[in-house]
């Protein structure tokens, strides 16, 4: 949708119907003064730049209106780049109740991608490794014969192990549902300009610390819990720590 909103012109002039229509409504003059051009002098011999743009509805379409279809364009491919390299790794583990009818060379494939993302190298050598390919298979072939065919959803099937008792007999089963469980559904770049960190760390704080950072922030955000806590016991014990007083 936003490819087309690019590439014909029919989407901005509805755009811009739309914002006249409103300016009538909040009755605001709906004009677009033109800038004056600027002379800029210019050297024998040197290449002619680009002419400017003239048509203040011109100008507003190329340096706005596409620019801001551009950067929309961009931010949607990483994230779905993302989410489609986190589906390649962990999406056959949304219904394990299928994979009992799986090959056991195709389930061992899959836990062999797990593994891989999940281990950590040094200088190409491997210095940690979350889960065990061989073992996860094994697991999720016995765990998939336990499961209810209701048993669907990657919560469900941490509930039921949970309940059941069963963690200790999966554990890289119930490590790769955490995993899976906690990963967030997307990402907040698009909402740093509204940052609790632009108001913590301001130019007067430049050399702030990364835990006293994150204390701070965690106090900003949770403000109304914070609010309740009584800070006396805390107070005090800091009074007791910094006190230059020698008991005499």
């Keep these: 949708m936003l490819r087309r909103y690019r590439e014909s012109d029919t989407f901005f002039s509805s755009a811009v119907d739309a914002a006249t229509n409103l300016c009538e409504q ?89 593994s891989t993302a999940l281990t950590a190298h040094v200088e190409g050598e491997v210095v940690m490794m979350d889960i065990e390919k061989t073992e996860l298979a ?22 039921y192990i949970l309940k059941s008792g069963l963690a200790e007999i999966f554990p890289n089963v119930v490590l790769a549902l955490r995993i899976i469980l906690s990963m967030p559904v997307s990402v907040a770049s698009g909402e740093r300009s509204f940052s609790k960190l632009k108001l913590i760390k301001s130019y007067l704080r430049s050399t702030i610390a990364q835990e006293r950072l994150c204390g701070l922030s965690m106090i900003s955000i949770e403000h109304e819990l914070s609010a309740e806590l009584d800070y006396s016991p805390l107070i005090d014990a800091f009074a007791r720590r910094k006190v230059r007083r020698v008991p005499l």
């Excluded at 003239?54 to 706005?64: N, S, Y």
């Excluded at 589906?87 to 799986?102: E, G, R």
């Excluded at 072939?141 to 990657?154: A, G």
């Design 26 to 114: 909040l009755d605001i003059p709906a004009e677009m003064p033109a800038e004056r051009r600027r002379r800029v002098p210019r050297q024998f011999g040197y290449e002619d730049g680009d002419d400017p743009i003239v048509d203040a509805l011109h100008k507003l379409k190329v340096q706005f209106f596409f620019h801001a279809i551009d950067v929309a364009l961009v931010s949607l491919g990483e994230r779905f780049d993302m989410l489609s390299m986190y589906s390649d790794i962990f999406a056959f583990l949304y219904n394990i109740s299928l994979l009992k009818h799986w090959e056991n060379q195709k389930l061992l494939e899959h836990c062999t991608v797990v």
């Design 138 to 159: 094994e697991e999720l072939r016995s765990l998939s014969h336990l499961l209810s065919p209701e048993c669907r959803r990657v919560l469900d099937v941490m509930d």
